[in-house]
Structure formats: structure tokens, C-alpha cells
């Protein structure tokens, strides 16, 4: 069986807001505990066999959030940094530059 070498890049601030709207439940747990989803992708949904990230990158807003829509409890950004740098991810800050929150 061969190996998929592959790259993996998430826009976290459009991931979690997204999957907040779908799923709080997910959205939580995709950012508390990216090893296991990357796990799962590693594993499973691969044409050539099981994947080897040759990158894991994760770019974020350290000043974000997102409220969760059941107890309007803040999931900051900068809170999940540490569990994406333990899962083999590097973190690039890309901060605010508008009053809008839009970063680059």
C-alpha cells in the first residue's frame, strides 16, 4: 500500500465560524481536539492509502472568536493555539487589521 503525501492548511477563523453555524458540537470539538480529526483524515476518505502530512498549518486570529449559539459561551482563539501546536501543527497569527475583525 502505498502512502499520500499531503498538506494540510486551515483558514481557522471560516473553519470553526462555519462549523459553529452547522454543528457547535462539532465546531468545539474540531478546536480542542484537532488530532483526532486529523487523525481520522489520515486514515480514512484517502485514495492511495493512508496519509503523512508533510505540512500541518493552521493560520488564526489570536484576538478571535466565535459565540457558540446554545449557552452564547466565547470560544477565543488564542485558547486553542496549544491544542494545534501539541497535534503537530504550525500556528501562524494573522491578526485583525480592520475594525471589522478582517484579517489577511
Known amino acids: 500500500m502505498s502512502v499520500s503525501r499531503s498538506v494540510l492548511l486551515i483558514d481557522f477563523?471560516?473553519?470553526v465560524s462555519g462549523l459553529m453555524d452547522l454543528d457547535p458540537s462539532a465546531?468545539?470539538?474540531?478546536?480542542?481536539?484537532?488530532?483526532?480529526?486529523?487523525?481520522?483524515?489520515?486514515?480514512?476518505?484517502?485514495?492511495e492509502g493512508p496519509r503523512h502530512w508533510l505540512v500541518r498549518r493552521v493560520y488564526l486570529n489570536p484576538g478571535g472568536f466565535v459565540v457558540d449559539p446554545r449557552d452564547r459561551e466565547r470560544l477565543y482563539f488564542s485558547r486553542v493555539r496549544l491544542f494545534y501546536t501539541n497535534a503537530g501543527f504550525e500556528v501562524i497569527d494573522c491578526p485583525s487589521l480592520t475594525k471589522g475583525m478582517k484579517n489577511g
Request: with cysteine; proline share 4%; glycine share 4%.
Open 13 to 15: 477563523d471560516n473553519f
Open 27 to 47: 465546531a468545539r470539538e474540531c478546536a480542542q481536539d484537532p488530532g483526532r480529526w486529523v487523525a481520522t483524515l489520515a486514515e480514512r476518505y484517502t485514495v
